[in-house]
């Protein structure tokens, strides 16, 4: 397993939070996602050999916040 942090701008509550982590959470290899509002960040445990980091930030995304 794997750790990232990404840099997630547009989050400001408990939905974006939920949001987020839920997207991160459907993607097979993400084995968890926590957010940190206070830090605009995400950081991810995941199985590199199933799902890689562009993956990810799509479907942070398609949420609607940007990745930097």
Same mark, same amino acid.
């Given at each position: *397993?794997?750790?990232?942090?990404? #840099?997630? &701008?547009? *989050?400001? !509550?408990?939905? !974006?939070?939920? /949001? +987020?982590?839920? /997207?991160?959470? =459907?993607? %097979?290899?993400?084995?968890? /996602? =926590? +957010?940190?509002?206070? &830090?605009?960040? $995400?950081?991810?445990?995941?199985? %590199?050999? =199933?799902?890689? $980091? %562009?993956? *990810?930030? &799509?479907?942070? &995304?398609? #949420?609607?916040?940007?990745? =930097?």
């Amino acid at each position: *397993m794997k750790n990232i942090t990404l #840099q997630v &701008e547009g *989050m400001s !509550c408990g939905h !974006c939070v939920k /949001a +987020v982590e839920g /997207a991160l959470n =459907k993607l %097979d290899g993400v084995s968890s /996602a =926590k +957010v940190s509002l206070e &830090e605009n960040n $995400v950081t991810v445990e995941y199985d %590199d050999s =199933k799902v890689g $980091v %562009d993956q *990810m930030k &799509e479907a942070i &995304e398609e #949420q609607g916040y940007d990745v =930097k």
